[in-house]
């Protein structure tokens, strides 16, 4: 098992350009999420999917858009990019079956910067 | 606002020592509680979680949990090099799938 992947590893974009972040679990589990962790600001969550077919905004939504395409995907989006959002994007899953939580498992990080 | 607390450290131990990390959090409803050590420019990965008030044992690691002071904390025996991360604590507090808080981590440093 890969565990959780994610593409692309490093990207360099410029001020208002767009990308998509792509996270694949083959976990089976039934939640997602989506981190950033900037120096001295631990991580932060952006969005999460609970489950398939849901999605809703953390802590830092602003900025980004997400889809839950399938169990296994879950793509981040920024639409029109900004220096702010320099940082290094974790995605996660976890079972998550209520209760008292579970282990969310992170996948190895996208590096992104924007000039 | 839910909060973890951790002092950023760095933390510096000598190897063959026990390291102590240390947390707290703000919400007294919190039912879990989660340590992950994160390498420099890799991934968090989980150490190991404890939500019952006392000692839970891992190999190397123990886990202690002190409900009634908010408190837990992560001790390593015989400190290794390999040992030098960065240890993020975590609190779930219920409510859903984004009841996890994480604190900003502990730089621990094995000293050989």
């Known amino acids: 098992n890969a565990g959780v992947t994610q593409t692309p590893k490093f990207q360099v974009l410029k001020t208002g350009q767009s990308m998509t972040l792509q996270c694949a679990q083959d976990?089976?589990?039934?939640?997602m999420y989506w981190y950033r962790q900037d120096p001295g600001m631990g991580l932060r969550l952006i969005y999460y999917?609970?489950?398939?077919?849901?999605?809703d905004k953390g802590e830092v939504p602003n900025g980004y858009n997400v889809s839950r395409l399938n169990k296994r995907e879950f793509s981040l989006r920024l639409e029109s990019a900004a220096p702010s959002q320099t940082s290094v994007y974790f995605c996660?899953?976890?079972?998550?079956?209520?209760?008292?939580?579970?282990?969310?498992?992170f996948g190895p990080g996208t590096r992104l910067t924007v000039l | 606002q839910k909060e973890v607390e951790q002092n950023s450290g760095p933390l510096s131990v000598p190897e063959g020592a026990i390291a102590s990390l240390n947390c707290t959090y703000s919400?007294?409803?919190?039912?879990?509680f989660f340590w992950y050590r994160q390498y420099s420019g890799k991934s968090p990965e989980l150490i190991m979680f404890?939500?019952?008030?006392g000692d839970k044992e891992d190999g190397r690691f123990t886990a202690q949990l002190n409900k009634a002071s908010q408190y837990v904390s992560l001790l390593i025996r015989d400190s290794q090099p390999s040992d030098s991360a960065t240890y993020l604590c975590?609190?779930?507090?219920?409510?859903?799938?984004?009841?996890?808080?994480f604190g900003k981590g502990t730089h621990l440093i094995i000293q050989p």
């Open positions: 996660a899953s976890s079972e998550f079956a209520g209760g008292r939580g579970d282990t969310q498992y």
């Open positions: 976990m089976n589990h039934n939640s």
């Open positions: 999917s609970a489950s398939e077919g849901t999605t």
């Open positions: 919400d007294r409803g919190s039912q879990s």
């Open positions: 404890i939500y019952s008030n």
């Open positions: 975590a609190a779930y507090s219920g409510g859903g799938a984004d009841g996890l808080t």
